[in-house]
C-alpha cells in the first residue's frame, strides 16, 4: 500500500482509488470486508483515552462556509476528547483544539470538486489504532458520501471504544443506495464487542429512512441518544442528526443553536457503563 508524508499529515492511498487522510499511523481500511476483518482482531499499540467519562461533540459543520464557524468549533471543542464533523474540510483551522495545539485528526473523503474536498473528519485527543474510510455513491449526482469507522483504546477499562462518523446518502426516491451503506456499517459493528458511538447526520427526512435506521440501530443493541434542548435539524418532522450507543450512559446530552452551519451540533457527555 503507498504512502506519502505530507506537512499535513499521512496521507495513504487506499484499495478502491481514494484516499484516507491522517496525522497518525493506525492502519487503514477502505472496505466493508478489509475494515470488518480488523475490527474483529486484536487491538494495535496505540495511547488511549483517559477518564471513564468523556465529551463528544458531533456536528454537521457545512465545509466551513459560514461565518463564525471557527469560533464556535473552538467553543465546542473546549473539553470535549472526541469531535466528530461532517461536511468537513482539510484546513489547519478545522484540525486545532481551543488552545491552538493539533488534535489528532482521521479525515475520509467525500464529495470533492477541483475547488474543495469535504468529508467526515475525527478529530480526538488519542490517536486511534485502526481507520476505516467508506464510500458510497449519490446515485442521482454520482457524488460519494463519506464514512469513517475508528477504534480507541479505553484507559480505565480493559475494552476499545469504536466510532462511527457518517454522513448517510441523501439524493435517492426508494431505499436501495441507503440500505446498502446503514449495511455495510453494520456489518463492521457486529464484530465490535465493547463500547459503541454511531452518530452523524443520517439525512433521515422520511420516516422509512428513520424507521430502517431504528431497526439496524436496535438488532446492534445501539440506543438513541435523546436531547434537551432538541435544536436538531428536521425535514418533513423529523430530525436529521443522531447519536446512538452501547455499552455507555449518558450523564448529558443537548444541542445549540448557531448560525454558523445549516445543522446544529449534537453534544453529549457519556460514562463507562460499570465504572
Given at each position: 500500500?503507498?504512502?506519502?508524508?505530507?506537512?499535513?499529515?499521512?496521507?495513504?492511498?487506499?484499495?478502491?482509488?481514494?484516499?484516507?487522510?491522517?496525522?497518525?499511523?493506525?492502519?487503514?481500511?477502505?472496505?466493508?470486508?478489509?475494515?470488518?476483518?480488523?475490527?474483529?482482531?486484536?487491538?494495535?499499540?496505540?495511547?488511549a483515552l483517559h477518564g471513564s467519562e468523556f465529551s463528544l461533540v458531533s456536528w454537521n459543520i457545512e465545509k466551513g462556509v459560514?461565518?463564525?464557524?471557527?469560533?464556535?468549533?473552538?467553543?465546542?471543542?473546549?473539553?470535549?476528547?472526541?469531535?466528530?464533523?461532517?461536511?468537513?474540510?482539510?484546513?489547519?483551522?478545522?484540525?486545532?483544539?481551543?488552545?491552538?495545539?493539533?488534535?489528532?485528526?482521521?479525515?475520509?473523503?467525500?464529495?470533492?470538486?477541483?475547488?474543495?474536498?469535504?468529508?467526515?473528519?475525527?478529530?480526538?485527543?488519542?490517536?486511534?489504532?485502526?481507520?476505516?474510510?467508506?464510500?458510497?455513491?449519490?446515485?442521482?449526482?454520482?457524488?460519494?458520501k463519506a464514512a469513517s469507522i475508528t477504534r480507541f483504546s479505553l484507559a480505565d477499562a480493559d475494552q476499545d471504544l469504536l466510532?462511527?462518523?457518517?454522513?448517510?446518502?441523501?439524493?435517492?426516491?426508494?431505499?436501495?443506495?441507503?440500505?446498502?451503506?446503514?449495511?455495510?456499517?453494520?456489518?463492521?459493528?457486529?464484530?465490535?464487542?465493547?463500547?459503541?458511538?454511531?452518530?452523524?447526520?443520517?439525512?433521515?427526512?422520511?420516516?422509512?429512512?428513520?424507521?430502517?435506521?431504528?431497526?439496524?440501530?436496535?438488532?446492534?443493541?445501539?440506543?438513541?441518544?435523546?436531547?434537551?434542548?432538541?435544536?436538531r435539524k428536521t425535514f418533513m418532522g423529523n430530525p436529521l442528526d443522531h447519536i446512538f450507543i452501547r455499552g455507555l450512559e449518558?450523564?448529558?446530552?443537548?444541542?445549540?443553536?448557531?448560525?454558523?452551519?445549516?445543522?446544529?451540533?449534537?453534544?453529549?457527555?457519556?460514562?463507562?457503563?460499570?465504572?
Open positions: 500500500m503507498p504512502a506519502v508524508l505530507l506537512a499535513a499529515g499521512l496521507v495513504l492511498v487506499l484499495p478502491g482509488g481514494y484516499a484516507g487522510e491522517a496525522n497518525h499511523a493506525a492502519r487503514q481500511f477502505a472496505n466493508a470486508s478489509d475494515c470488518s476483518s480488523a475490527i474483529g482482531g486484536p487491538a494495535g499499540a496505540s495511547a459560514n461565518s463564525g464557524w471557527r469560533r464556535d468549533l473552538r467553543r465546542l471543542s473546549q473539553g470535549a476528547q472526541l469531535v466528530l464533523l461532517q461536511e468537513a474540510v482539510l484546513s489547519d483551522e478545522m484540525m486545532l483544539q481551543p488552545d491552538g495545539e493539533v488534535r489528532f485528526w482521521s479525515f475520509s473523503p467525500g464529495y470533492q470538486t477541483a475547488e474543495i474536498g469535504s468529508g467526515v473528519m475525527t478529530l480526538s485527543q488519542a490517536a486511534p489504532d485502526v481507520l476505516c474510510s467508506l464510500q458510497h455513491d449519490e446515485p442521482w449526482l454520482n457524488t460519494p466510532l462511527v462518523n457518517v454522513h448517510q446518502i441523501n439524493f435517492t426516491i426508494g431505499l436501495d443506495d441507503f440500505s446498502r451503506q446503514l449495511d455495510d456499517l453494520a456489518t463492521v459493528m457486529a464484530q465490535h464487542q465493547g463500547p459503541l458511538v454511531l452518530s452523524g447526520d443520517f439525512n433521515t427526512w422520511k420516516q422509512s429512512r428513520l424507521d430502517l435506521l431504528m431497526t439496524i440501530t436496535s438488532r446492534l443493541g445501539l440506543g438513541s441518544v435523546a436531547f434537551i434542548p432538541d435544536h449518558v450523564t448529558d446530552s443537548y444541542t445549540e443553536q448557531v448560525r454558523s452551519s445549516d445543522h446544529n451540533p449534537l453534544i453529549i457527555k457519556l460514562a463507562l457503563r460499570g465504572i
